[in-house]
C-alpha cells in the first residue's frame, strides 16, 4: 500500500488531508509537528510526504532541508503565507510541489497522485539497466553515468543522492557539454510551469549540484560563464 505522511499544527487541516487521503486507499500518517518527523521517514519510507511550512519550533522548511540530505521521495509544501518567497524558497530547498491555504482537498489529492506518478515512471527494474543504456538512456561524462530512465547518476560506481530538479538540471547539461547556457534558459528546462521569480534561483541549484559532485570526486563539474550563466565540462583526471 502507498505510504502517505501529512504533517501540520492545524489539526483540522491534518483530518481533512488524511481522510481525503485515505479515501485513495492510502495509508497515511499524520503529525501536528515535526519532532519525530524525520525519524519516522527514514525507518519507515514512505512514498510522498505534505508538509506545512509554518510550525512551532521546527518549521517546514529547515525539516525539508534535513529530509532531502537522504531522501528523494516527492514532498508537497503546503503554506497559509502565500508569499512568492516562501515559494521560491522552498523549491530552491528541493520540494517538490508547492500549494497555498485554502485550497481544495480534491487539488492536493491530485497534485499527490501526479507526483506518485512522475515517482513510479522515474523506476524500473534493476535487471533493464542494460536494455535501457542499448537504448542510450544511459549519459555519460567522464566518471559520470546518469541513467536517465532510472534518475539515477553514479560516479565511479557511487550513486548520489540528487533531488529531482538536481537531477534534471544536471541531466540537461550533461547532454550538452561544452555549451553555455544562461539561467532564463535553464529555468525552462528545468521548471515544468511559467516561473516568476528571480532567475537566480538557478544559482542555488548549481551549488547544490557543485558540492555533491565534488563529495564524489566527479570529472565533470559545472562552470560558470560570467555574465551569461553555466556549461558543464569533463576535467581530465
Not at 486507499?25 to 518527523?37: I, Q
Not at 485554502?102 to 513510479?120: D, H, I, Q, S, Y
Not at 515512471?121 to 555519460?140: F, H, I, L, M, Y
Not at 540537461?172 to 528571480?198: A, T
Request: overall charge negative.
Amino acid at each position: 500500500m502507498t505510504k502517505i505522511v501529512v504533517v501540520d499544527d492545524d489539526v483540522f487541516i491534518l483530518q481533512l488531508i488524511s481522510e481525503y487521503l485515505k479515501k485513495e486507499s492510502y495509508e497515511v500518517t499524520s503529525f501536528s509537528s515535526g519532532k519525530t518527523l524525520v525519524e519516522h521517514i527514514r525507518s519507515n519510507h514512505p512514498d510522498c510526504l505534505v508538509l506545512d511550512i509554518m510550525m512551532p519550533g521546527v518549521d517546514g522548511l529547515s525539516l525539508l532541508t534535513q529530509l532531502r540530505e537522504f531522501t528523494e521521495m516527492p514532498i508537497i509544501m503546503i503554506s497559509a503565507r502565500g508569499e512568492e518567497s516562501d515559494r521560491i524558497h522552498g523549491l530552491e530547498l528541493g520540494c517538490s510541489d508547492f500549494l497555498t491555504k485554502p485550497f481544495n482537498p480534491r487539488e492536493l489529492v491530485g497534485r499527490v497522485k501526479a507526483m506518485l506518478r512522475l515517482t513510479k515512471a522515474g523506476t524500473s527494474a534493476p535487471d533493464d539497466k542494460e536494455a535501457a543504456e542499448a537504448d542510450g538512456n544511459v549519459c555519460r561524462a567522464g566518471n559520470l553515468c546518469i541513467f536517465a530512465e532510472f534518475r539515477k547518476v553514479t560516479v565511479d560506481g557511487q550513486e548520489l543522492n540528487l533531488t529531482s530538479r538536481e537531477f534534471d538540471l544536471l541531466l540537461f547539461l550533461s547532454n550538452h557539454l561544452e555549451r553555455p547556457f544562461g539561467r532564463e534558459h535553464l529555468i525552462q528546462q528545468v521548471w515544468s510551469y511559467d516561473f516568476i521569480g528571480d532567475v537566480r534561483v538557478v544559482d542555488d541549484l548549481v551549488k547544490r549540484i557543485r558540492k555533491k559532485l565534488a563529495e564524489c570526486h566527479s570529472t565533470l563539474v559545472i562552470n560558470t560563464v560570467w555574465g551569461f550563466g553555466y556549461k558543464a565540462t569533463v576535467q581530465e583526471q
